[in-house]
């Protein structure tokens, strides 16, 4: 049973196109999160949602936009993608917000890469 | 401002121990987390400490001086499984996860 899952796992796409990621847990987690990884490794947080409420949505270009459609689901959407864009995205969930933010479950990953 | 800071690699021998260490500078504080990264998998939770003291779970351990800042994890009788990159984050006063850049740790035979 694959807790926190994302599709593609890779993506390889052109400067200018839009494309999406996706995201599903089945822990019944109430927070969701995006992180972007970049080669440096660095894991810098992007947006987080609370029961499809978004709550942390960190300095990140509006060309990025997620959705939650329901509380186990947590899509981004990527517009007139750019080279700067290329890194693994991941997904992650976790109980609650509060300290049951700390511990969280990571999803696979996506390795987006524009060229 | 907030911040995290980790060594970027460190080495060790199959068998012995490691200690990677750890400071943070955050606005208020609310634990310390560390979290194992195998090259191109996703990060997994490995400990949290919000009192000052050493935690030990099996092989690995986690210390935390709060006075201080600062953390580490220790790693006893290194396997070849343990080559990761390790992360360190610290929680601050809005409960937000604050991330270290990892330690790469390279074990050697």
């Known amino acids: 049973d694959t807790a926190v899952s994302q599709t593609p796992k890779y993506l390889v796409t052109q400067m200018g196109n839009d494309k999406s990621i996706k995201c599903e847990q089945n822990l019944g987690h109430d927070t969701m999160y995006w992180y972007k990884q970049d080669s440096k490794k660095f894991l810098k947080i992007m947006f987080s949602y609370n029961n499809k409420e978004l709550i942390i949505n960190e300095t990140v270009p509006n060309r990025f936009s997620p959705k939650s459609p329901d509380k186990a689901h947590l899509n981004l959407h990527i517009n007139s993608l750019e080279l700067g864009d290329s890194a693994v995205y991941f997904c992650a969930s976790s109980q609650d917000t509060g300290l049951a933010g700390g511990r969280q479950y990571f999803g696979p990953g996506t390795r987006l890469t524009v060229t | 401002g907030q911040n995290i800071d980790q060594p970027t690699e460190m080495t060790a021998t199959e068998g012995a121990i490691v200690q990677i260490n750890c400071t943070y500078q955050t606005s208020g504080f609310n634990g310390l987390f560390w979290y194992q990264q195998h090259a191109g998998e996703a990060p997994t939770f490995l400990s949290y400490n919000v009192l000052d003291g050493l935690e030990e779970k099996g092989r690995f351990s986690s210390f935390l001086s709060r006075s201080k800042g600062y953390s580490y994890l220790l790693l006893k009788e290194l396997q070849m499984k343990d080559s990761a990159s390790y992360l360190c984050?610290?929680?601050?006063?809005?409960?937000?996860?604050?991330w270290g850049a990892g330690t790469k740790l390279i074990i050697k035979p």
């Open positions: 984050a610290a929680m601050d006063s809005n409960y937000q996860l604050i």
